[in-house]
């Protein structure tokens, strides 16, 4: 089954919202409500945004859609060129033993 996914929102959004929080005095439950998003992903951006400010830079970056599609794409591609070389290497040995078997 796939993992459902909620709205995309941008990085302008997400540091917009957690400025509410740090800079402004908003609870989280406030700026969830004023900015219509989940309570627990204003306490992640929030850690992010204070982590940011402390010189902290994120470990990874999270990806778009469109770079989530070319990583799967990327491995799909690899997993492809694989299974042709496994059926080149097959299709060689068969040949070479129906060569030998019909002389």
Known sequence: ?????????SPEFRLETAQLVVDQGYSHKEAA???????STIGKWVRQ????RQ???PQATPMTDEQREIWEL???????ELEKEILKKASALLMSDSMKHSR
């Open 33 to 39: 409500d004023a900015m219509g998003v989940g309570y």
């Open 49 to 52: 945004l204070r982590e940011e």
């Open 74 to 80: 990327k491995r799909q591609v690899e997993r492809l």
């Open 1 to 9: 089954m796939a993992k459902k996914k909620g709205p995309n929102f």
């Open 55 to 57: 010189g902290k830079t």
